[in-house]
């Protein structure tokens, strides 16, 4: 792999004449029957770049999209395994662990770096296309796959592609790949995630936790970053409330979660149902779908409710608000934390982007930056998004107080 893409037919030279030049190559490119896209990392990530995905096939509706992405993609989306799941991908490459391309897990394949860039170069790709963040480490890979032409991200330390667009911190991650996919002139078909929820899906929840019996709300406390998690005591003043106005209220998480999800149940002084690791991803997206409300930190469960048509109300720290949040809100309530300087050691992480997605340098502590968001504004988000106006006004100002303080 090397560091920089020479010249071609489409190329467009880094500085300051970029920006302008870009808007002169948003044609379709001609007789393309295989694109690689390259998104190999969590959740929440894919689901973001779902509405470029799904421009990139309407635009190119002959050509065989190839996601280049984690052993997760390939469970979820490879036609191969989940035939009944529509969706843009054709087929999943599994992309070897790298250093800013994706973590190691545990059913990866002993697969170099080398050996997947050479089967790559066989599949003999038209476009390839970085969908994967800033560039440094996975524009070199895109373009080793000797693609006719390349398309993405870059940022001010990364490599050009043919066609490229700067990548900025604070954008909304929809938006971003949706630029990017503007690049080869798809245009968009929707601005909004949609996932298709299967009729396995939803026989395997019923299967692991029966029918509900009541209308369901999901919390999902666990987060891969603890300074995106919000106290777990106050996930059980929220579970609290809801069980007392009728809700079934579980508690879900993977296994790296198990113990916070634990507090939460511990904490709960009604009865709440701990679900760790019992699901599939589409099991996960089955219960999300039959459920009334899913309240949840920054995390892919969010993402994947609002993907599968469930109401959210989501708790975030104020920068990845502004990157992440759904932009709608007659079906969602994004709460966000204002707190910008480390709760340890003051630093402004608003001027480095805050690294639990994408950002720059840490200071390296883990305290929450979302504490602040209140109990009572949460409770409120559930009350007006299942219509159970006015949840139990006086105990809502109780939790609100004791929990959190005063609003």
Do not use: K
């Not at 006719?148 to 490599?159: E, S």
């Not at 990157?323 to 910008?340: C, E, K, S, V, Y």
């Not at 559930?382 to 006086?394: I, K, M, Q, Y």
């Amino acid at each position: 792999m090397t560091d920089a893409v020479p010249p071609g037919p489409h190329a467009v030279p880094p500085g300051p004449s970029a920006a302008p030049l870009l808007l002169e190559h948003p044609g379709l490119v001609p007789d393309v029957r295989r694109i690689a896209v390259l998104r190999a990392n969590a959740l929440g990530d894919f689901i973001f770049a779902v509405p470029a995905l799904t421009a990139l096939r309407a635009a190119y509706p002959q050509a065989e999209l190839v996601l280049l992405g984690a052993p997760w993609h390939a469970r979820w989306l490879d036609a191969r395994a989940v035939a009944d799941r529509p969706g843009p991908v054709d087929r999943v490459l599994v992309v070897p662990a790298a250093d800013g391309i994706r973590a190691a897990t545990t059913d990866d394949e002993p697969t170099t770096m080398a050996q997947f860039v050479q089967r790559a170069r066989r599949e003999r790709f038209d476009l390839a296309v970085q969908l994967h963040g800033g560039g440094r480490n996975s524009n070199p890979l895109v373009t080793a796959l000797g693609a006719r032409l390349t398309a993405g991200l870059r940022a001010v330390d990364a490599p050009p592609l043919d066609r490229w667009i700067r990548y900025v911190y604070y954008q909304p991650e929809v938006f971003r790949y949706l630029e990017v996919a503007g690049l080869l002139g798809a245009a968009p078909v929707t601005m909004l995630p949609r996932v298709p929820v299967t009729e396995t899906d939803r026989e395997e929840a019923d299967e692991v936790l029966g029918p509900a019996r009541r209308p369901r709300v999901v919390l999902h406390p666990g987060a891969s970053d603890p300074r995106r998690r919000w106290p777990a005591e106050r996930f059980a003043a929220v579970a609290d409330i809801c069980v007392d106005r009728g809700f079934e209220v579980l508690v879900t998480g993977t296994g790296p979660e198990r113990a916070v999800v634990e507090q939460v149940a511990a904490a709960a002084t009604r009865p709440v149902r701990t679900v760790v690791d019992a699901l599939s991803l589409g099991g996960l997206a089955g219960l999300l779908a039959g459920s009334a409300v899913l309240v949840a930190n920054d995390t892919g469960p969010l993402h994947l409710a609002a993907a599968v048509g469930t109401p959210t109300v989501g708790i975030y720290w104020i920068g990845n608000l502004l990157n992440g949040a759904p932009p709608l809100r007659g079906r969602h309530r994004p709460l966000a934390a204002f707190t910008i300087h480390c709760p340890v050691c003051g630093q402004d992480v608003s001027r480095v982007g805050f690294p639990a997605r994408g950002g720059g340098p840490s200071c390296g502590h883990q305290e929450s930056f979302v504490v602040d968001v209140p109990v009572a504004e949460v409770l409120e988000a559930v009350a007006e998004l299942t219509g159970a106006d006015g949840v139990h006004p006086d105990r809502l100002r109780e939790q609100g107080t004791d929990v959190v303080g005063q609003r």
